[in-house]
């Protein structure tokens, strides 16, 4: 099997090396020429997967490294019979680390201690719950707001507006 590869996903070679042949590229130079003899595609979202990218070629598959599908054309996919898939959650952790280095600078900068700080957080799916996670276990207060999961019945969670209210706001929503 041949497969194009972004050239930063860096679990390609470990994961599919001695399965497949591996090409890698950088995801914002892919072009049609290039997949000629691809059954499969992995990028992240600096491609753009669509018709004039896969017209005429043999890719079976796209994986893309993100949660996020807005670079895939998932319509045209489907019609085509192109499987595909995303991967939630797969930058959770580091996404999470960050949002808590952010929080921290932020705190530096003001003159004040994380740990006295309220935390709202908008958005309790794979980063936001993460988040919370990480500010409670520092002996913050954190509040949290999640229309979905509150119309599923999960308790604890506080209006949008007091969320919003809090010493610090992260937000953890699709764009």
Not at 12 to 39: K, P, Q, Y
Not at 87 to 98: E, F, L
Not at 135 to 164: I, K, R, W, Y
């Amino acid at each position: 099997m041949n497969i194009v590869v972004d050239q930063n996903i860096r679990a390609a070679e470990a994961t599919f090396g001695a399965h497949a042949s591996l090409r890698f590229m950088d995801g914002r130079a892919i072009r049609n020429e290039h997949l000629r003899d691809a059954e499969a595609l992995l990028v992240r979202t600096a491609t753009r997967v669509d018709e004039s990218l896969l017209r005429g070629t043999p890719v079976g598959f796209v994986g893309t490294t993100s949660i996020g599908i807005d670079h895939l054309d998932i319509a045209w996919l489907g019609r085509q019979g192109i499987a595909w898939a995303n991967a939630p959650g797969c930058n959770a952790d580091a996404a999470a680390q960050y949002t808590l280095a952010m929080a921290w600078l932020a705190c530096e900068r003001l003159g004040r201690n994380l740990a006295g700080q309220t935390a709202g957080i908008v958005g309790c799916g794979n980063v936001g719950s993460r988040v919370r996670a990480l500010f409670g276990a520092l002996g913050m207060q954190v509040v949290a707001n999640d229309p979905p999961l509150s119309d599923a019945g999960v308790a604890g969670l506080v209006a949008l507006e007091e969320a919003l209210a809090q010493d610090i706001v992260c937000l953890h929503v699709p764009l």
